[in-house]
Nanobody
């Protein structure tokens, strides 16, 4: 397991944008070595997958609710995995978690063994 750190959350008005970043804080490890994902959990709701990116960045997958608005990507120069979120609405309000998997491709929460502490995203309407 590795330690992951999220950043970039905050308060934004509906229709606005935010960019989340996830980095690896464990010495000698890099997010480049893992399939990565962003999950989110809103109050009273189950944690849901938002977006995934394969280890080689060749494959991405998105929840239907964010397709066309969110983009997951790797920034190899900064050694981060980012989530660009556009056209935000109140239903996007949640704690967003970064997660890492040893698989090349991973789509289920149980395939992810390392999790960050989460960053709050609040969208005001």
């Amino acid at each position: 397991q590795v330690q992951l750190v999220e950043s970039g959350g905050g308060l934004v008005q509906a229709g606005g944008s935010l960019r989340l970043s996830c980095s690896c804080a464990t010495s000698g490890h890099s997010v480049r070595n893992y399939a990565m994902a962003w999950f989110r959990q809103a109050p009273g709701r189950e944690r849901e997958l938002v977006a995934t990116i394969s280890r080689n960045a060749g494959s991405t997958r998105y929840a239907d609710s964010v397709k066309g608005r969110f983009t997951i990507s790797r920034d190899n120069a900064k050694n981060t995995v980012d989530l660009q979120m556009n056209a935000l609405n109140a239903e996007d309000t949640a704690i967003y978690y970064c997660a890492a998997s040893n698989y090349i491709y991973a789509y289920r929460p149980d395939e992810y063994k390392s999790w960050g502490q989460g960053t709050q995203v609040t969208v005001s309407s």
